[in-house]
């Protein structure tokens, strides 16, 4: 083609995995990470999730043995909660539409305390932020996928779920749709240091404040969607997307698919 300049990027992410530490190997931040709504210089921006994901993929230099590789997603707006609430460690998804978004971002490193440390770089003119080009993910539509066999296992141990959970009508099945109901329909509190499977971070320095119910948000606009279907699962994303009563329905199971508009 010739005259045009626009591009465009359309791809399926696969067999993602919510990564279950707090830190990698790399040093970028894992698991699941909540940025509550808040006002920049006086402009609305919206709530944010942040997600490490881990996908395991063939590696021609290993002779086809699989390969860690580790991304960062970001979802924006309820679409934000709704992935809060959901992301439990070890969660599978599928990234069904994506965009990228380059932007330079600071580097940390951490302290003997475990604690990050912005780095900065000593010029004539004083300390300067160093910091790296990146490329961002922000998710678009993703379908949800099974829970990780070691978080239900533990799940069970803590006494959130019993022995026949996930058999349809059994008194184990109805005491965990109610458990379901009660985590998928959790608001955020500000305040809080955590929501539903994510740590919260709240956004600090100069010009940040509160949020505006009354002004429209510049930035981070984005609504979630829920396909519905005949699942527990279904069913909680759909009313959470929406903030809807929560209805009683059928056994829990993955395949939900959550689009942000």
Same mark, same amino acid.
Request: charged fraction near 20%; charge should be positive; aromatic fraction near 8%.
């Given at each position: @083609? ?11 992410? =696969? ?14 931040? #894992? ?9 920049? /210089?006086?402009? /609305? !921006? ?15 230099? &290993? #002779? ?7 991304? +960062?997603?970001? !979802? ?6 709704? @992935? ?16 990228? /978004?380059?932007? *330079? ?17 000593? %010029? ?6 160093? &910091? ?5 993910? %922000?998710? &678009?539509?993703?379908?949800?996928? =099974? ?7 533990? *799940? @069970? ?8 959970? *996930? ?9 965990? &749709?109610? +458990? ?8 955020? !509190?500000? #305040? ?25 948000? +510049?930035? =981070? ?15 909680? @994303?759909?009313? +959470? ?13 993955? #395949? ?6």
């Amino acid at each position: @083609m010739s005259g045009n300049s626009r591009g465009f990027v359309k791809g399926v992410i =696969g067999g993602v995995r919510v990564a279950n530490k707090e830190f990698t190997k790399d040093g970028k931040q #894992g698991g699941v990470t909540y940025y509550p709504a808040h006002s920049k /210089n006086g402009s /609305n !921006v919206n709530q944010r999730c942040v997600i490490r994901g881990c996908v395991n993929i063939p590696s021609k230099m &290993k #002779g086809g043995a699989e390969k860690k590789v580790y991304l +960062t997603f970001t !979802v924006w707006n309820k679409l934000a909660d709704t @992935m809060a609430r959901s992301c439990s460690e070890g969660k599978e998804f599928d990234v069904l539409d994506f965009e990228f /978004n380059q932007y *330079d971002a600071q580097i940390y490193t951490q302290d003997a305390a475990g604690n990050s440390v912005a780095v900065t770089l000593q %010029t004539p003119a004083g300390p300067v932020a160093l &910091k790296t080009p990146r490329l961002g993910i %922000t998710i &678009k539509e993703i379908r949800f996928g =099974g829970e990780s066999a070691k978080f239900i296992s533990r *799940d @069970m141990e803590r006494g959130h779920r019993a022995v026949g959970w *996930d058999i349809p009508g059994t008194p184990a099945n109805i005491a965990w &749709k109610a +458990t379901l109901a009660i985590r998928n329909s959790e608001q955020y !509190v500000p #305040g809080k240091e955590r929501f539903g499977f994510a740590k919260v971070i709240a956004p600090k320095g100069p010009g940040i404040g509160a949020y505006d119910p009354n002004q429209k948000p +510049t930035y =981070g606009v984005q609504t979630a969607v829920a396909t519905p279907a005949a699942t527990t699962e279904a069913a909680v @994303m759909a009313a +959470t997307a929406a903030g809807a009563v929560i209805p009683p329905v059928a056994a829990a199971a993955g #395949g939900v698919v959550v689009k942000g508009l």
